[in-house]
């Protein structure tokens, strides 16, 4: 069989690469493939950005800046705060750079939650408070929910 991809996950802790599948599953799983020369990549594993995020952001942090400026919350959203704090990307077009920001369905959850500390700080500026955040929506399904 010829081998394609196989991702293993884990953690590393103290400096030590820690793999949820013991050795014997790795070793099980590789075994059916052919001979191959392969390339061992070590990642930070990145989790989208979640609901509670999108729902705080829009429904408390948006919404309360809003409501101060009368601005509308789209609008608020598109054409002030993305242009200055969503994270930059580069793509090539024509041999040439293209700078551009992402939007909320291209963030993950960390990019996510700095954006909207970072427009959390403009309203502050501007004297609003704002409630904190359920504390478990910063994360997916996957990992452990705080106590």
Known sequence: MNLTREVFDGEIRNGELILESSTIDIEKRLSRYDDVKVR???EKR???KTNPQLGYLFGVVLKLIS???GDDIESLYR???LPQFAPTIIKKWKGKEIES??????MTSEEAGEFITRIMVEGAELGII???P???YLF???????Q
Not at 101 to 106: H, N, V
Not at 140 to 146: K, L, Q, R
């Open 40 to 42: 061992i990549v070590i």
């Open 46 to 48: 990145e989790y989208p």
């Open 67 to 69: 409501d101060h400026t």
């Open 79 to 81: 054409n002030v705060f």
């Open 101 to 106: 920001r992402k939007r909320l369905s291209q």
């Open 130 to 132: 704002f409630p904190a």
């Open 134 to 136: 359920d504390k478990n």
């Open 140 to 146: 997916a399904d996957e990992p452990e929910i705080i």
